[in-house]
């Protein structure tokens, strides 16, 4: 199992800059693909990215396509959410994950589709 441990959130403003980090330990980080997620109120929780192992790979949802960049680093066994041009919608509670299982069949946009998850990280982006 793999314990995942999120920092970085914060209350901004619209059109504000913030880099969330996602510390993992146990495990073999450099294997797994890790993704990003998001929570808002009353909302069900949405995809925001992910990526894979060695960096290959990074897919993103649609509505932060553009302004967001996701990044990691093996040798801190950390993952990176940096958030540009940063919008009220937003706002949310972030989680990462990780995708320890190498036959998993889900899509890289389903929550399903990732074992290990941290505690979130609240993000606020005030008007």
């Known amino acids: 199992q793999v314990q995942l441990v999120e920092s970085g959130g914060g209350l901004v403003q619209a059109g504000d800059s913030l880099t969330l980090s996602c510390a993992a330990s146990g495990g073999t980080f450099t294997n797994y693909a890790m993704g990003w997620f998001r929570q808002a109120p009353g909302k069900e929780r949405e995809f925001v990215g992910r990526i894979a192992s060695r960096s290959i790979i990074k897919r993103y949802g649609d509505s932060v396509k553009g302004r967001f960049t996701i990044s990691r680093d093996d040798a801190k066994n950390t993952v990176y959410l940096q958030m540009n041009n940063l919008k009220p919608e937003d706002t949310a509670v972030y989680y990462c994950?990780?995708?320890?299982?190498?036959?998993?069949?889900?899509?890289?946009?389903?929550?399903?589709?990732?074992?290990?998850w941290g505690q979130g990280t609240q993000v606020t982006v005030s008007s």
């Open positions: 994950a990780a995708d320890t299982n190498p036959a998993n069949t889900y899509s890289y946009n389903n929550a399903v589709s990732y074992e290990d």
